[in-house]
């Protein structure tokens, strides 16, 4: 893989944190992301590195205009979210690092509130803000949190029995901060030098489930994971990648599915996952038969159809 290309070192401003904005075909949203980013280093709250995984839009040429300020590294590689944060953050020297997705927004004092919070609790790794997820401030809704997911949950929400209040839980703005299994990675603050020992994100995850295996080995290693309600951000949400019908709660089902195989049998081992993944798909068969049946087409298989069944993302 040749070298990423990067600019001059950014110009630090003093903050204890670091965004790492890893963009992707983000030609609609720099303008607006990086905006409230140079809010952040303008009051001495947040410095940046922008790491492009290769766009093929106009990405590189507008964050050009940022390297004045902001650190840019120009990949040359459609590296995947986790592998693109991990080339980010070796270049972090502040104590804290906030992942920020390109689309996803917060003012200088949510910032604040979400640095004084770990500074006050030693005992939590990671936390993620209240998210609103949506086009628009008016039509959006507050993203979850939650316990992670095992294989038996997966069965259990083929057959339609999973406890969803169980599972998920909105982060309120108003209510109290609560202890979580995973918060977004989309808007999640980190302490640096803990992460690093980690090793950053697993480079294996493409797209989604990275942050759940990266909260995951954050609770093993002995810190807490939170969410955070007293601080808000915006998220606007799959800017990168088009909608279809294809997709599986708005992802791009082949990554979806390959990453959650991936985690299921890292963390919960071959045969569980395996037997979780084949009644699950037998489950769904069954009902896209009866809805064949009925005259409802086939579209309840066809984001499970993106992905081969017991696949898992190529290794690096």
């Known amino acids: 893989m040749p070298s990423p290309v990067q600019t001059p070192s950014a110009k630090a401003s003093g903050a204890r944190v670091t965004a790492v904005i890893v963009t992707y075909q983000s030609e609609s949203t720099v303008a607006t992301g990086m905006a409230y980013m140079r809010r952040c280093f303008d009051e001495k709250v947040m410095d940046c590195v922008v790491v492009d995984n290769a766009s093929k839009d106009r990405t590189p040429e507008l964050l050009q205009a940022?390297?004045?300020?902001?650190?840019?590294?120009?990949s040359g590689n459609n590296n995947g979210f986790g592998r693109g944060c991990n080339i980010g953050l070796d270049k972090v020297r502040t104590e804290y690092t906030l992942f920020l997705n390109p689309d996803a927004v917060l003012e200088p004092d949510d910032v604040r509130k979400m640095l004084a919070f770990m500074d006050a609790h030693p005992e939590v790794g990671v936390c993620g803000p209240a998210t609103l997820v949506g086009p628009s401030r008016e039509e959006s809704a507050y993203q979850i949190a939650g316990r992670r997911e095992t294989p038996t949950d997966l069965v259990r929400?083929?057959?339609?029995?999973?406890d969803i209040e169980a599972l998920y839980k909105p982060i309120v703005p108003g209510t109290a901060a609560f202890k979580t299994g995973w918060v977004c990675g989309a808007v999640m603050l980190v302490r640096t030098e803990h992460i690093k020992a980690l090793g950053g994100f697993d480079p294996r995850f493409f797209l989604y489930w990275e942050e759940v295996d990266l909260c995951k080995r954050i609770e093993d290693s002995g810190l807490g994971v939170w969410a955070l309600p007293e601080a808000v951000a915006w998220h606007i949400g799959g800017v990168s990648s088009s909608q279809d019908a294809s997709r599986i709660e708005g992802c791009i089902s082949e990554h979806f599915y390959q990453s959650r195989r991936y985690y299921m049998v890292k963390h919960h081992g071959w045969v569980a996952a395996t037997v979780a993944e084949v009644c699950e798909f037998g489950v769904l068969a069954l009902r896209t038969l009866t809805d064949m049946v009925r005259g409802r087409g086939t579209d309840r298989m066809k984001p499970r159809m993106q992905a081969k069944l017991l696949s898992s993302p190529e290794t690096n």
């Open 66 to 74: 940022y390297q004045d300020w902001a650190e840019v590294v120009l």
């Open 157 to 162: 929400a083929a057959l339609s029995m999973a």
